[in-house]
């Protein structure tokens, strides 16, 4: 295990944290393609370094669903490890429920700050069985809980019933629609942080209509530009923000592709280029990039430094 030890360890301020930026870390696999954490130590260092607020693990940047429920606590733990105190950790759980609170409890043992609940993609969900879903994990873990909203469909009235479970902090918003965001919040307890779930490029659409912060796979590649980023639209800066959102859509766009199925492997293979070696995605990740994707991410990592 390795540990990166002897920093001083920081007041904990969630709140605060749930406002900055909650950087996905990758999940980085040795030559036998078992999860090696060990890799992620220069990356995480490098995030914590340009000032990402809140690294979090086992979200869908770090191939959630493609780790077992043993690799997905083996991944907590050792990044808990790592971040030795120097900032607060999210922790990611889902699937089935017992998995969710196998992986909330190891979480929690491990010392994560706090836990994302990813939406259950199970075909057959239904708003209150939802609710005990999140009580099931906020039992079983005792955490304070980010909603990780990727279908609005549930309605507003579903959104603040879940948001009204005691433990619920935050809601990571991860549908591009600005208006359901702004009506959900305006239905919930005010002290809930609203958070940007969709990156750098649609955080301005989300700061107008309320919400603060935003989730961030670049901080692995450039986590300075997704640092500045954040201060301008915490200034209120919207130009800026726009100008230095602009100068990273080629990466954004990359990702993007096939259905998001490049979501990754764009940022694995940024790092691969950068010469931090984190393995292939899993399928049905796409892996690698085609000859153009590469290339197209190529000239940007060339063009802004990167490499």
């Not at 057959?124 to 990780?148: C, E, H, K, N, Q």
């Not at 965001?181 to 942080?193: G, H, K, N, T």
């Not at 954040?230 to 954004?252: N, P, S, V």
């Not at 590469?294 to 990167?306: I, Y």
Request: negative net charge.
């Amino acid at each position: 295990m390795t540990v990166i030890a002897e920093a001083a360890p920081r007041a904990v301020d969630l709140d605060t944290a749930l406002t900055g930026i909650s950087g996905i870390l990758v999940t980085p696999y040795d030559d036998a393609g078992d999860v090696a954490p060990a890799r992620l130590a220069p990356i995480l260092d490098r995030a914590l370094g340009a000032g990402v607020h809140m690294p979090v693990v086992n979200g869908n940047t770090g191939e959630f669903y493609a780790l077992t429920t043993d690799e997905a606590v083996t991944m907590v733990t050792e990044v808990a490890a790592m971040m030795a105190g120097r900032a607060p950790l999210l922790a990611g759980v889902g699937r089935g429920v017992r998995d969710a609170c196998r992986l909330a409890r190891a979480s929690a043992d491990a010392g994560a700050t706090a836990l994302m609940i990813h939406q259950p993609p199970d075909p057959f969900v239904s708003p209150r069985g939802t609710v005990d879903y999140i009580r099931a994990v906020s039992d079983a873990a005792g955490l304070p809980m980010m909603l990780y909203l990727r279908n609005d469909a549930i309605g507003t009235r579903a959104i603040a019933d879940l948001c009204a479970i005691p433990g619920v902090k935050g809601v990571k918003w991860a549908t591009p629609n600005p208006m359901k965001l702004a009506e959900a919040r305006a239905a919930c307890d005010p002290s809930i942080v609203w958070v940007g779930g969709l990156a750098e490029v649609w955080a301005p659409a989300f700061y107008a209509v309320g919400a603060r912060g935003f989730t961030s796979g670049l901080i692995n590649v450039w986590p300075e530009r997704s640092i500045a980023i954040h201060a301008a639209l915490e200034a209120g800066d919207y130009a800026r923000a726009r100008d230095l959102i602009a100068g990273m859509k080629t990466f954004e766009d990359i990702r993007a592709e096939e259905l998001n199925g490049t979501n990754v492997t764009g940022v694995k293979a940024a790092l691969l280029a950068q010469g931090h070696e984190c393995g292939p995605t899993r399928p049905p990740s796409a892996w690698p990039l085609t000859a153009a994707q590469q290339a197209r991410l190529d000239t940007f990592l060339k063009g802004a430094g990167l490499v």
